[in-house]
C-alpha cells in the first residue's frame, strides 16, 4: 500500500527541487518549519519523533533541506514529514505537513474486528510493521 | 445618493405622545436620524419596499416598531417601562441603487435599524431570530421585506459557544492541513440498501476522500433505517482507513422527527466510532444550538446542509440573505455549512460567496458592499466554521474552485466522483490528484487561474483517473445570471 497522509501523497515523491518551493511558499507565509520522523505512520499516531525544534529562525530553505536530508540520510526506512507551523493569532496550528520519505517497502494496516452484540463491531487499525521493536520495523 | 432626510420625528410630549389612538411608527420613538448605534447595540440593514404611498422612513420606523416593542395602537403601559431603551431605532434610509424612479423595479430602501442588547436572551438564536425575523415579515405596510445583514455586539456574541469544534481543531483532529478537504456525496440519494450504500463509502474514501456524506433527506426510511445505514458505513469508513493510513469521516445524518431520536441517532454514530455527525437546517435553530452543545461534549464534528435555505434566501426582496444565516450558524455552533460553489449547479455570485466564506472563516470582517457586508464584524474569537462546497463540481474546475473558495473549505464532488466511467475509487483519485497538484502549483508560485488546465492535463499524462474526468466533464459548466447579487454604487456617498 501508499499511506497516504500528508497534503501532496498523491502525487509522484516530491524531488529535493519540489520540496524546497514548497519550504520556500511556508517561509513566505511567516510559518516555522519542521522535520518528523517514525516507524508507526498509525493514522492516530500524532506525535512522530523531532528532528531537533520547528526552525523558527531559519528562513533558508536550502538550510532547512539540508536538515531534512540529514534526517533521511540517519532513517532512511522511516516515514519522514515537514510541518509548517504558524504562530499568528487565531490559527497557532500546522498549516502544512507532508510526507519527504517513506520505507521502500510498506505493507500497511490491517483492520482488527471485535464482534460485539447488536452487530456492532470495534474496529482497530494496526501497522503489520510494529509487530517489531521500534526502530526495526521496515526493511 | 444620499441618506434620505429627516421628515419625521417623535413626538416629544408625553401626553401627547400616549393619548389613545393610532399614530405613525416614525412618530412614536421608532425613527431618530441622529441615533448614534452603542458598541453594544445589535444593527440589522433590511431591504425594505414599502407599499405604495408608503413613506420609506416611515416604513423602517414600522420595521423597528414591529420587530421590538411596538403593537398597531398606543398602549399606556409603556410608560411602566424604560420604554425608550426596548424600542428599536431606525436611524438610517438610502434608497437602493437602482430601484425606485427612473428605473425598471419599484422603489427600495435599506433601512437601518439598532436593538439594544437587552432586548435579546443570552445565547439563543430563537430569541434573537423571533425579533428580527418574528411578525415583521408579514407586516402590510411593506410590500416586501429582506434581512440584509446584521452586526452582532462582541457582548451578545460572547454569549454563544460558537462552533463545537472549529477549523483549527477539526483539521488537527483529521491530521490534514494545507488543502482543501475532499468529500462527496452518496448517490443516489434514495433507495440504497444499507449495504449497497456502505460500498459507495468504501470506494469513496478508498480512492482518496477523506470524507462521504449521507444526503440531506436521507434519515430512516422503508429502504433502508438508519441503523443499518449507520452500521455499514463505519464497517466502510474503518476499512477505509486501514486501507490508506489515513483519518476517514462519513457524516451520518442524525436528523429525525423529535430531538431524542436525533440524541439517540447522534450517541449511536459515536458509540461506533465515527468523528463527525450531520443535521439539516430544516431541523431547526435551537435544535441546532442543542446539537451543537452535544457535539462540544462529545468530541463529535457538526456538519450543517442548508436544506430549505433557498426558500427565503434566494430572491433579493423578501426573506434573508445567506449572510445572515452564515452569522447564526456560526453562532449557533456548527462546524460545516454549505456555503456556495460559485461555479458549481446553485445559486452562487462569487462577490456574495466571498461574503459568505469570509463572514465563516475570518476572526474580523471589514465591512465590504461589493461582497454584501454592510457591516465591520468582529467575531470575538469564536472558532471559524468549514464552508462546504457541494453542487455540480468537478476535477475540471479545481483551479477555479481554488482561487474563489481558498483552502480551507470541504469539496464535495458528488456526482463527479460517482460518476466517473472507471468507478467510484477513481473517480475520487481523479479529484484527489487534481486538488494536490494544484495545491502544489499554486504555492510553488504558479497563476493558478490561468495555468490551471494545463496543470491539470499534466497530472492527467501519470493519472488515467484524472484523464478520464477530464474528458466525460470538460465542457460542463453551469453558467447562469446570478439572482442575488449585490446593490452599490462603488463610490459611496460620505453617509457610508
Same mark, same amino acid.
Given at each position: 500500500?501508499?499511506?497516504?497522509?500528508?497534503?501532496?501523497?498523491?502525487?509522484?515523491?516530491?524531488? @529535493?527541487?519540489?520540496?524546497?518551493?514548497? +519550504?520556500?511558499?511556508?517561509?513566505?507565509?511567516?510559518?516555522?518549519?519542521?522535520?518528523?520522523?517514525? @516507524? @508507526?505512520?498509525?493514522?492516530?499516531?500524532?506525535?512522530?519523533?523531532?528532528?531537533?525544534?520547528?526552525?523558527?529562525?531559519?528562513? @533558508?530553505?536550502?538550510? +532547512?533541506?539540508?536538515?531534512?536530508?540529514?534526517?533521511?540520510?540517519?532513517?532512511?526506512?522511516?516515514?519522514?514529514?515537514?510541518?509548517?507551523?504558524?504562530?499568528?493569532?487565531?490559527?497557532?496550528?500546522?498549516?502544512?505537513?507532508?510526507?519527504?520519505?517513506?520505507?521502500?517497502?510498506?505493507?500497511?494496516?490491517?483492520?482488527?474486528?471485535?464482534?460485539?452484540?447488536?452487530?456492532?463491531?470495534?474496529?482497530?487499525?494496526?501497522?503489520?510493521?510494529?509487530?517489531?521493536?521500534?526502530?526495526?520495523?521496515?526493511? | 445618493?444620499?441618506?434620505?432626510?429627516?421628515?419625521?420625528?417623535?413626538?416629544?410630549?408625553?401626553?401627547?405622545?400616549?393619548?389613545?389612538?393610532?399614530?405613525?411608527?416614525?412618530?412614536?420613538?421608532? /425613527?431618530?436620524?441622529?441615533?448614534?448605534?452603542?458598541?453594544?447595540?445589535?444593527?440589522?440593514?433590511?431591504?425594505?419596499?414599502?407599499?405604495?404611498?408608503?413613506?420609506?422612513?416611515?416604513? *423602517?420606523?414600522?420595521?423597528?416598531?414591529?420587530?421590538? &416593542?411596538?403593537?398597531?395602537?398606543?398602549? =399606556?403601559?409603556?410608560? $411602566?417601562?424604560?420604554?425608550?431603551?426596548?424600542? *428599536?431605532?431606525?436611524?438610517?434610509?438610502?434608497?437602493?441603487?437602482?430601484?425606485?424612479?427612473?428605473?425598471?423595479?419599484?422603489?427600495?430602501?435599506?433601512?437601518?435599524?439598532?436593538?439594544?442588547?437587552?432586548?435579546?436572551?443570552?445565547?439563543?438564536?430563537?430569541?434573537?431570530?423571533?425579533?428580527?425575523?418574528?411578525?415583521?415579515?408579514?407586516?402590510?405596510?411593506?410590500?416586501?421585506?429582506?434581512?440584509?445583514? %446584521?452586526?452582532?455586539?462582541?457582548?451578545?456574541?460572547?454569549?454563544?459557544?460558537?462552533?463545537?469544534?472549529?477549523?483549527?481543531?477539526?483539521?488537527?483532529?483529521?491530521?490534514?492541513?494545507?488543502?482543501?478537504?475532499?468529500?462527496?456525496?452518496?448517490?443516489? !440519494?434514495?433507495?440504497?440498501?444499507?449495504?449497497?450504500?456502505?460500498?459507495?463509502?468504501?470506494?469513496?474514501?478508498?480512492?482518496?476522500?477523506?470524507?462521504?456524506?449521507?444526503?440531506?433527506?436521507?434519515?430512516?426510511?422503508?429502504? %433502508?433505517? /438508519?441503523?443499518?445505514?449507520?452500521?455499514?458505513? %463505519?464497517?466502510?469508513?474503518?476499512?477505509?482507513?486501514?486501507?490508506?493510513?489515513?483519518?476517514?469521516?462519513?457524516?451520518?445524518?442524525?436528523?429525525?422527527?423529535?430531538?431524542?431520536?436525533?440524541?439517540?441517532?447522534?450517541?449511536?454514530?459515536?458509540?461506533?466510532?465515527?468523528?463527525?455527525?450531520?443535521?439539516?437546517?430544516?431541523?431547526?435553530? &435551537?435544535?441546532?444550538?442543542?446539537?451543537?452543545? =452535544?457535539?462540544?461534549?462529545?468530541?463529535?464534528? $457538526?456538519?450543517?446542509?442548508?436544506?430549505?435555505?433557498?426558500?427565503?434566501?434566494?430572491?433579493?426582496?423578501?426573506?434573508?440573505?445567506?449572510?445572515?444565516?452564515?452569522? =447564526?450558524?456560526?453562532?449557533?455552533?456548527?462546524?460545516?455549512?454549505?456555503?456556495?460553489?460559485?461555479?458549481? !449547479?446553485?445559486?452562487?455570485?462569487?462577490?456574495?460567496?466571498?461574503?459568505?466564506?469570509?463572514?465563516?472563516?475570518?476572526?474580523? &470582517?471589514?465591512?465590504?458592499?461589493? #461582497?454584501?457586508?454592510?457591516?465591520?464584524?468582529? /467575531?470575538?474569537?469564536?472558532?471559524?466554521?468549514?464552508?462546504?462546497?457541494?453542487?455540480?463540481?468537478?476535477?475540471?474546475?479545481?483551479?477555479? $474552485?481554488?482561487?474563489?473558495?481558498?483552502?480551507?473549505?470541504?469539496?464535495?464532488?458528488?456526482?463527479?466522483?460517482?460518476?466517473?466511467?472507471?468507478?467510484?475509487?477513481?473517480?475520487?483519485?481523479? #479529484?484527489?490528484?487534481?486538488?494536490?497538484?494544484?495545491?502544489?502549483?499554486?504555492?510553488?508560485?504558479?497563476?493558478?487561474?490561468?495555468?490551471?488546465?494545463?496543470?491539470?492535463? #499534466?497530472?492527467?499524462? /501519470?493519472?488515467?483517473?484524472?484523464?478520464?474526468?477530464?474528458?466525460? =466533464? !470538460?465542457?460542463?459548466?453551469?453558467?447562469?445570471?446570478?439572482?442575488?447579487?449585490?446593490?452599490?454604487?462603488? &463610490?459611496?456617498?460620505?453617509?457610508?
Amino acid at each position: 500500500m501508499r499511506l497516504t497522509q500528508g497534503q501532496f501523497s498523491f502525487l509522484p515523491d516530491l524531488s @529535493d527541487e519540489q520540496i524546497t518551493a514548497q +519550504i520556500a511558499y511556508g517561509l513566505k507565509q511567516g510559518w516555522a518549519l519542521n522535520v518528523e520522523y517514525t @516507524d @508507526d505512520p498509525h493514522p492516530r499516531n500524532t506525535y512522530w519523533e523531532m528532528w531537533g525544534i520547528p526552525m523558527f529562525d531559519l528562513k @533558508d530553505p536550502a538550510g +532547512i533541506l539540508m536538515e531534512i536530508n540529514e534526517c533521511r540520510r540517519t532513517y532512511p526506512r522511516h516515514y519522514v514529514r515537514v510541518t509548517a507551523f504558524d504562530s499568528s493569532r487565531g490559527w497557532e496550528t500546522p498549516r502544512m505537513s507532508f510526507l519527504v520519505n517513506r520505507p521502500a517497502d510498506e505493507p500497511g494496516f490491517g483492520l482488527v474486528r471485535q464482534e460485539g452484540p447488536g452487530r456492532q463491531v470495534r474496529y482497530t487499525v494496526r501497522s503489520y510493521a510494529v509487530d517489531r521493536p521500534e526502530g526495526s520495523r521496515y526493511a | 445618493m444620499g441618506a434620505i432626510e429627516e421628515i419625521s420625528g417623535e413626538v416629544m410630549d408625553a401626553k401627547e405622545r400616549y393619548k389613545s389612538g393610532v399614530i405613525p411608527y416614525a412618530k412614536m420613538g421608532y /425613527w431618530d436620524a441622529h441615533y448614534e448605534p452603542k458598541v453594544t447595540d445589535l444593527i440589522a440593514v433590511f431591504r425594505i419596499t414599502p407599499q405604495e404611498g408608503v413613506d420609506a422612513i416611515e416604513a *423602517a420606523a414600522a420595521v423597528a416598531g414591529e420587530s421590538s &416593542t411596538a403593537t398597531w395602537t398606543v398602549v =399606556w403601559t409603556d410608560r $411602566l417601562t424604560a420604554c425608550d431603551v426596548y424600542r *428599536a431605532k431606525a436611524y438610517r434610509v438610502d434608497p437602493v441603487p437602482g430601484t425606485g424612479a427612473g428605473t425598471e423595479k419599484e422603489a427600495q430602501y435599506f433601512g437601518y435599524i439598532a436593538y439594544d442588547i437587552d432586548l435579546f436572551e443570552p445565547g439563543s438564536i430563537a430569541n434573537l431570530t423571533a425579533s428580527i425575523i418574528g411578525n415583521v415579515f408579514g407586516f402590510k405596510a411593506v410590500k416586501a421585506l429582506r434581512l440584509e445583514d %446584521m452586526r452582532i455586539p462582541v457582548a451578545y456574541l460572547k454569549t454563544f459557544q460558537g462552533p463545537a469544534t472549529g477549523i483549527v481543531v477539526e483539521r488537527e483532529r483529521l491530521d490534514k492541513f494545507g488543502r482543501p478537504l475532499l468529500g462527496a456525496t452518496t448517490k443516489p !440519494k434514495l433507495g440504497l440498501s444499507g449495504r449497497n450504500y456502505g460500498r459507495v463509502v468504501y470506494e469513496g474514501l478508498k480512492g482518496g476522500l477523506d470524507f462521504m456524506k449521507d444526503d440531506e433527506n436521507i434519515n430512516s426510511q422503508p429502504f %433502508m433505517h /438508519w441503523r443499518d445505514r449507520f452500521l455499514y458505513c %463505519m464497517e466502510a469508513v474503518n476499512k477505509a482507513s486501514a486501507a490508506t493510513g489515513e483519518v476517514k469521516g462519513h457524516y451520518l445524518n442524525v436528523t429525525a422527527g423529535t430531538m431524542e431520536e436525533i440524541y439517540e441517532r447522534a450517541e449511536f454514530a459515536k458509540s461506533l466510532g465515527s468523528v463527525i455527525v450531520m443535521i439539516d437546517l430544516v431541523i431547526g435553530y &435551537t435544535a441546532i444550538q442543542s446539537m451543537a452543545k =452535544w457535539a462540544r461534549k462529545k468530541d463529535m464534528i $457538526l456538519h450543517l446542509h442548508r436544506a430549505g435555505n433557498s426558500t427565503y434566501s434566494r430572491q433579493k426582496n423578501h426573506g434573508m440573505s445567506f449572510r445572515v444565516i452564515c452569522k =447564526w450558524m456560526r453562532m449557533a455552533g456548527v462546524d460545516h455549512i454549505h456555503a456556495g460553489t460559485v461555479v458549481g !449547479k446553485l445559486e452562487g455570485d462569487p462577490n456574495m460567496i466571498r461574503g459568505y466564506y469570509d463572514t465563516l472563516r475570518e476572526n474580523h &470582517t471589514p465591512m465590504s458592499l461589493e #461582497n454584501g457586508l454592510f457591516f465591520d464584524q468582529d /467575531w470575538a474569537s469564536l472558532n471559524r466554521v468549514m464552508p462546504v462546497a457541494s453542487g455540480g463540481i468537478h476535477a475540471g474546475q479545481m483551479h477555479q $474552485l481554488i482561487t474563489y473558495l481558498g483552502e480551507d473549505v470541504v469539496l464535495q464532488f458528488g456526482g463527479g466522483t460517482i460518476g466517473h466511467p472507471m468507478g467510484i475509487q477513481a473517480g475520487a483519485t481523479a #479529484n484527489r490528484v487534481a486538488l494536490e497538484a494544484m495545491i502544489q502549483a499554486r504555492n510553488e508560485g504558479h497563476d493558478i487561474w490561468n495555468e490551471g488546465p494545463s496543470i491539470l492535463q #499534466n497530472a492527467a499524462r /501519470w493519472c488515467k483517473p484524472l484523464q478520464a474526468a477530464l474528458d466525460t =466533464w !470538460k465542457d460542463i459548466s453551469f453558467n447562469y445570471a446570478s439572482t442575488d447579487t449585490a446593490d452599490f454604487v462603488p &463610490t459611496a456617498t460620505a453617509s457610508f
